[in-house]
């Protein structure tokens, strides 16, 4: 081992005295930092009240700390301790926004989206963002019990009309449904850790747009949300617990204001006796990329200064062929696979230490730039944010490495450079700038070394929200470290084909 | 570690053409092994196969009794100029005798002090890419030197030198072989090695056609011929030939005779009392004999053997 570590040594001995290779590490590192940061103070957002321009409300927040979509229509009253919501859903109804048929005529046709929900809920105050647990029916989806945005669990496959009741005990909400009041089937539990003795309980609609993809002219996909809403007739709506029995209050949680003071798209209930019928538009789901920037949009300029990487990556293997360097190596060192793992040992760490380097500047610093500049930005977990810096920092050093490979395999830099960027750069850029149909683009990041990109990636995909989850908006196809595997299994497939050359060829 | 190069019936052919046809020599401590022939005769090609450059199809190279590629550090065993090996232009001839030390886990020390011996302590710190001819094999002799190894191989190590680098080339290599290591030094031409080369290994064809000490070389050469100037030319011819001589007239008084000693040719002629005015011990150059070996590269080996 010791003779190993003579010659990784020797490698980095070799990298750093050529100051081209240097500099470039140093160049890639001010791309990245440079194009990233000069993108975030380009990037300016404001948002309109009247002919006033105001800083963009915050967006909510769920308990978790992401942001979140929180918008629905609640009827709703006090509840102290423990008690329990029981309802009728005994229809569902809706109309859907179709593209205008007659210019300026607006047309709304009958219908219901899958993800329209119905149903009763325990709320911690009427607060966007506040601790809640529901259950409900929804459009196509059958009955859910869903809780803190993000967490959803599948009942039966029933639409309404259905019974529905939610039972709290201390933090913990438990959700039933029963298709005839008499015989109860348990949904789910979920435990919302320090909910207060007092909260909301009651009966909720939401409806979320209506999403359509189609084909724009380029190849690529385009997806069109529209403005849907949701009634639901709730029957033979009982409350039991310490305080409840008051009046029912309501809220349009989350609407949004126009200048004028008129709320835009607005719920609505009527209630006679027990039978309340509530109109809702929304959703109550985490935001996606919706809420905002991703954080990791910061990092544009990674791109460069990968490409940046790769050429100083494919030289430094290159370089051995030019003029007969490669012998002088090997008679110094005769293990020709170590030769080239020790390469790959100093270019990839060198790469790495670069990359980390680059974007633990970027992302905190583009991050602060765009929300000083007014823009909305995902927030994401501290491990969440970790992960994207020192992902990223693994992505370049990958890279570097496919490149050191085919720098080997083909003896030509520029041969290598071209083919690093072919299929590295290439797919992720196709994948990415909505020229391909989203299924190919997602094909490209699945198969392709530009996988690694998908560590970036710090929306999450959530089958119980529709969404169009393209590599555009920052979806990858496969999970963070997935992706980068993918990549690594490139870099190392290369690199064992790179050992075989050379121990076949005479130098 | 013995300081020996050991070659035994190497062969390699690149595509069709036989590069190696049965190479094989020893080279021994104490001298300078001269390793000449042709252009591809197979020289560098040798090189590289004993420095695990290149693989032979069939045959050994030892070095010290080992192959190269067991050797652990390997530049502390065998020190190699190699032609077609040329440090990368961008970076200083310090650091690229840096990066070799390191590679050996050599001191930082050492790479000055054969930065001195070569003669490049002033140019050190500038890229190897400005440097003449010269001066990189002047770099490429101290990366040789680097690990202070018993075992020289340089190919072609006096390619560019200027007139005062031949002379400082050939006072190192003698010097070197003096210190008890083996030194083999290729080169195409014979010249260069006069006066440098006590032993030397002819190849021609990828094979080798002389392995002789350069004194035998030339006795051989010389092939024992005596020059006769006489007016009795047919009698001369004929003492001579009943002797067992080669006989030949090579002009209306003169003849050569091969194959007898000048003394012997002088004791026959005095006996059998035929006149003759002067005789001459023909004695060939070193480039003669080369000439000579290589011209058809037939099998030869020089008495010492």
Redesign the interface.
């Known amino acids: 081992m ?2 190993f570590r ?2 990784v ?3 980095w ?2 990298f750093r ?4 290779w240097v500099l470039g590490l140093v160049a890639a590192v001010a791309l990245t930092a440079g194009l990233g940061l000069q993108a975030a103070a380009g990037s300016h957002a404001s948002c309109g009240m009247g002919a006033v321009e105001v800083a963009c409300p915050a967006p909510p927040v769920g308990p978790g700390g992401e942001a979140v979509t929180d918008r629905f229509f609640f009827v709703h009253q006090r509840l102290d301790g423990d008690g329990a919501i029981t309802a009728r859903v005994a229809s569902m109804t809706g109309r859907i926004r179709k593209p205008d048929e007659r210019p300026g005529v607006t047309n709304l046709v009958p219908g219901v989206v899958p993800w329209a929900k119905a149903g009763v809920m325990v709320k911690d105050g009427t607060r966007q963002g506040a601790a809640y647990a529901a259950v409900m029916v929804t459009g196509g989806h059958g009955v859910r019990m869903q809780h803190g945005f993000t967490e959803d669990r599948a009942g039966t496959a029933a639409s309404a009309p259905v019974w529905l009741r939610l039972v709290r005990s201390g933090d913990e909400l438990t959700g039933f449904e029963s298709p005839d009041g008499r015989t109860w089937a348990e949904v789910g539990t979920a435990t919302l850790a320090g909910l207060p003795e007092s909260v909301r309980i009651g009966l909720f609609v939401t409806s979320p747009g209506d999403l359509t993809f189609s084909q724009d002219v380029l190849g690529g996909t385009v997806a069109v949300q529209r403005f849907t809403e949701a009634t639901a007739a709730f029957e033979q709506v009982g409350v039991r617990g310490a305080a409840t029995g008051g009046a029912w209050s309501h809220d349009d949680v989350g609407v949004t204001v126009g200048p004028g003071g008129a709320p835009h798209h607005p719920g609505r209930h009527v209630r006679q006796g027990d039978t309340f019928t509530v109109t809702g538009t929304g959703d109550i789901a985490p935001a996606g990329d919706e809420g905002g920037m991703r954080a990791e949009q910061t990092l544009t300029g990674l791109l460069a200064g990968l490409v940046v990487v790769v050429v100083v990556a494919a030289g430094f293997a290159a ?1 051995e062929y ?7 190596t ?6 020709r696979g170590r030769v080239l793992a020790a390469k790959a040992i100093v270019v990839g760490t060198v790469t790495f230490a670069a990359g980390l380097a680059a974007a633990a500047v970027t992302v905190p610093l583009g991050v602060r730039v765009l929300e000083a500049n007014g823009n909305r930005v995902l927030p994401v977990s501290l491990l969440t944010g970790a992960r994207v810096v020192v992902g990223s920092a693994a992505l370049l050093a990958l890279a570097a490495v496919l490149a050191l490979a085919l720098g080997a395999l083909l003896r030509r830099g520029v041969l290598a450079v071209a083919v690093a960027v072919a299929v590295i750069v290439l797919p992720y850029f196709l994948a990415t700038v909505s020229v391909l149909p989203l299924e190919a683009a997602r094909w490209l990041l699945r198969l392709t070394p530009a996988a690694g990109f998908a560590v970036q990636q710090t929306v999450m995909e959530y089958p119980q929200v529709a969404g169009h989850y393209a590599p555009v908006l920052g979806y990858y196809p496969l999970p963070p470290w997935g992706g980068l595997a993918v990549l690594a299994a490139y870099a190392a497939l290369a690199l064992g084909l790179a050992v075989a050359a050379l121990r076949r060829r ?2 | 570690m013995e300081a020996t190069i050991e070659v035994a019936g190497l062969r390699k052919r690149f595509g069709e053409v036989p590069a190696l046809d049965g190479m094989s020599f020893t080279v021994t401590p104490g001298r300078v092994t001269g390793f000449v022939g042709p252009n591809g005769a197979g020289k560098s090609t040798t090189m590289r196969v004993v420095l695990g450059l290149d693989a032979a199809d069939a045959g050994t190279a030892l070095v010290g009794g080992r192959p190269y590629r067991s050797l652990r550090t390997p530049l502390a065993h065998v020190g190699a100029l190699l032609d077609g090996a040329a440090p990368q232009p961008g970076r200083t001839a310090r650091h690229h005798l840096l990066w070799l030390a390191h590679s050996q886990g050599f001191a930082g020390r050492r790479v000055d002090e054969v930065l001195e011996l070569a003669g490049l302590a002033a140019v050190a710190r500038r890229r190897a890419g400005g440097f003449s001819l010269g001066m990189r094999q002047r770099l490429g002799i101290a990366a040789a030197l680097l690990g202070d190894p018993p075992v020289l191989m340089l190919d072609e190590p006096f390619n560019g030198l200027d007139p005062d680098g031949i002379v400082w080339m050939r006072g190192l290599l003698r010097s070197l072989a003096a210190e008890g290591r083996a030194v083999l030094v290729s080169s195409h031409l014979m010249s260069e090695l006069e006066d440098t080369a006590g032993h030397l290994v002819v190849a021609g064809r990828g094979r080798v056609v002389a392995d002789t000490s350069v004194a035998d070389l030339i006795e051989a050469a010389s092939g024992g011929r005596v020059t006769l100037r006489t007016r009795a030319r047919a009698e001369a011819m004929e003492t001579l030939a009943r002797a067992g001589a080669t006989v030949a007239a090579t002009g209306r008084d003169t003849l050569t005779a091969g194959g007898l000693a000048a003394e012997r040719v002088v004791e026959l002629l005095t006996r059998d009392g035929v006149p003759f005015a002067e005789v001459s011990a023909h004695r060939a150059t070193l480039e003669e004999a080369y000439m000579d070996l290589t011209r058809d590269a037939v099998e030869f080996r020089g008495a010492a053997r």
């Open positions: 010791s003779g003579r010659l040594r020797a490698e001995t070799k005295t050529v100051r081209g370089a030019r003029g007969g360097l490669i012998r002088i090997l008679a110094a060192a005769p293990g005479d130098a």
